[in-house]
């Protein structure tokens, strides 16, 4: 059944359940939430149903002091212990737009080689979030599967904060000027991750570091006018060294520069314009030898795009605004990649010696331009419609895609329905050609079609729940690659799990249930359960996505005796996710003796056991004559629970037996830290 049928009826049931509603005060229509996979992080609460405020933020568990780990506990994400990319309803991060102050992030995240461990976006400096798992409007487009937009603070008032914890330093400082019409901010971090791995007995011969640094000045040239310019610096560095193994050196820069307007014409036109320069840089090198034979890696790759956005709302009086904009877009990429390397294989009967060699340098070139309409309807007191049409088109491949879009809230008694509807496309990006693999071509855009129903109700006054069914429907598909049994090595390209898979079509289906209260003036408490299946298929068979999580369960609670202290504790669940089988097997030699080889077992058809982990922190207050000190103590993985992120193969051969016992491969054990902020 295609889309439309479905959208008919979701319509129809909000529209007939519209006059049983019951009749309230309506909010501004440029106030109300529309969109039921909506999560909102702030300084103060808002009507969003999942709201967590920033201080609330701080004082949960989290390691590294990242903001991604930090919102990775909401219902629909799924993260391991190495990554800060989360995955959204069994999407990855690579389908999730990341907006900082109205500029695209591009893999904001740092040490890349370890599949970005943190986060280049500081916390502290930032004072809203809100994420979108699902069924967003049409303002954003070219992603498939969610958009996380971040505000950072705008404060007048003067205040410089300092921190020191085992894994990186950092500080933060804001005031104003022009007797508060301009605001001012400034931040930086300094990260040693190596210190912590070697703390906690991980490995000692990898050198991970990083640092961010981000700037932002603002000036308000008229009450209904502010401009502002930003800054964002990224930078970080790997080496590995080994004996007997390749080494690796790796250096990764990111930069944006932008500038923002944001106005108001009286109070029926507010607007948004913001001009941005992004650059990307990546340089890694190995060298060395890999399982005995010689190995050589050169990764040079660049990236320069200059973007701008208008967006515009009219409010049409109580009942009716209009919303609009147009994005554009140029880039150019610039690959340059050579890998060589031997390897022995069974060819004929033979062990044969083999050289691989992948020499690629693509400069790919390409512009983009977008644009969006939506009108926001209130046709009763109780009901709020947003339909919308997206058109985009960009340059590599040549296409161009229109997207409609539907949204609803729908008011009943004290409970809010909200629906969503739409149609997305992600095109293939100037940065993201498989040349690793030696895919120099450019895909056609990939399609997802949303469908979600959610439900918002206060249980009492103190305590809310929060329910939605979703289902995310992708066509489409370009080929991809993928480390079937370890995505954690440092060169990927090089091993033998790694697989083209062509997916001909995917299915996200799920349903997520949030409760949040508090327990008198000092318990704050979230529980939230999803129910979920994400999976595609291949080759004519449905099998599981490599983040598929069954059943996730997540808990936490803060208690707050007083002022001066905050203990908080989170606990978490999910079922075991899928990863591949590794098969050994003797293969004949034309002289009759064997050889072992190896391959992989079905994609994704074995489970690894359950996944779950106790979290803990404590932190302390302490008013000092010029400021405050914040200590904290953080325990991860408190009962030191083993959890698996996959198998390494013990193999032995009897004779023409082979024997194939699995080790666990492991993720974070107990892992303490400590740090100290002096805000001033």
Do not use: C
């Amino acid at each position: 059944m295609g889309p439309l049928p479905h959208l008919y009826r979701l319509t129809l049931a909000l529209l007939s359940a519209s006059f049983a509603a019951a009749a309230e005060a309506p909010l501004a229509l440029n106030q109300v939430v529309v969109t039921p996979s909506k999560f909102g992080v702030a300084e103060q609460r808002t009507a969003v149903g999942a709201t967590l405020t920033s201080a609330e933020l701080e004082t949960l568990p989290q390691i590294g002091d990242d903001l991604y780990r930090s919102i990775a506990r909401l219902p629909g994400l799924a993260a391991d212990d190495f990554t800060a990319r989360f995955w959204v309803r069994g999407a990855p991060n690579s389908q999730v737009l990341a907006r900082l102050d109205g500029v695209d992030l591009i893999e904001p995240f740092h040490l890349k080689d370890v599949q970005g461990a943190l986060s280049i976006v500081d916390p502290k400096t930032i004072s809203r979030l809100d994420l979108t798992t699902g069924g967003f409007t049409a303002d954003y487009g070219n992603t498939l599967s969610g958009v996380l937009t971040m505000e950072t603070k705008a404060a007048t008032t003067p205040h410089t904060s300092l921190g020191l914890s085992l894994t990186g330093i950092g500080g933060s400082t804001q005031g104003g000027f022009a007797q508060g019409r301009g605001r001012w901010l400034a931040a930086a971090r300094r990260g040693y991750p190596d210190v912590a791995l070697r703390v906690s007995g991980r490995d000692d011969d990898i050198t991970p570091r990083y640092y961010d640094v981000t700037a932002q000045v603002e000036y308000q040239l008229t009450p209904g006018h502010t401009v502002s310019l930003h800054a964002l610096h990224a930078s970080d560095t790997l080496t590995y060294q080994r004996t007997n193994n390749p080494s690796l050196a790796s250096n990764y820069d990111s930069d944006y520069v932008w500038t923002r307007w944001r106005g108001a014409f009286g109070r029926t036109v507010t607007g948004e314009a913001v001009l941005s320069f992004t650059r990307l840089t990546q340089d890694r090198r190995g060298t060395g030898s890999l399982d005995g034979f010689p190995f050589s890696l050169r990764d040079q790759r660049a990236l320069k795009v200059v973007a701008v956005r208008n967006d515009w709302t009219v409010l049409l009086g109580e009942r009716a605004l209009l919303r609009a904009g147009l994005e554009a877009k140029s880039g150019a990429a610039d690959y340059d990649y050579a890998l060589s390397r031997r390897y022995n294989d069974v060819v004929a009967g033979r062990v044969t010696p083999l050289t691989v060699t992948t020499r690629a340098a693509p400069q790919p070139e390409g512009d983009s331009l977008g644009g969006f309409v939506s009108a926001r309807l209130r046709p009763f007191a109780s009901l709020v419609v947003e339909p919308g049409l997206r058109l985009d088109r960009q340059a590599l491949p040549s296409e161009a895609h229109s997207s409609p879009r539907l949204n609803a809230a729908l008011s009943v008694g004290r409970a809010t329905v909200r629906a969503a509807w739409g149609a997305y496309f992600q095109p293939q990006r100037l940065h993201e050609l498989s040349i690793t693999d030696g895919d120099t071509r450019f895909h056609r855009a990939e399609f997802a079609e949303h469908r979600g129903l959610g439900l918002e109700y206060p249980l009492t006054p103190d305590i809310s729940l929060r329910a939605e069914a979703y289902e995310r429907l992708t066509s489409r598909l370009r080929p991809r690659w993928e480390n079937l049994d370890n995505g954690y090595d440092l060169f990927p390209e090089t091993q033998t799990d790694r697989v083209r898979l062509d997916p001909q079509s995917a299915r996200a289906r799920g349903l997520e249930l949030l409760i949040a209260g508090r327990a008198g003036p000092h318990i704050r408490w979230n529980v939230s359960y999803a129910l979920a299946r994400t999976e595609e298929r291949l080759a004519g068979n449905w099998v599981p996505r490599a983040r598929d999580q069954r059943h996730t369960v997540y808990g936490d609670i803060t208690y707050a005796p007083n002022p001066r202290w905050q203990f908080s504790a989170s606990w978490q669940y999910h079922s075991g996710w899928p990863t591949t089988d590794v098969v050994y097997r003797l293969a004949a030699l034309t002289n009759g003796r064997w050889s072992l080889v190896s391959a992989n077992g079905s994609v994704y058809g074995l489970s690894l056991p359950d996944y779950h982990r106790l979290d803990l922190r404590a932190t302390r207050r302490i008013e000092l004559s010029r400021g405050e000190l914040r200590l904290f103590v953080d325990i991860f993985n408190a009962y030191d629970h083993v959890n698996l992120v996959g198998y390494d193969h013990r193999v032995t051969v009897t004779g023409t037996q082979v024997t194939n016992v699995r080790k666990p491969r492991e993720q974070l054990p107990l892992l303490p830290s400590a740090g100290v902020s002096w805000g001033f």
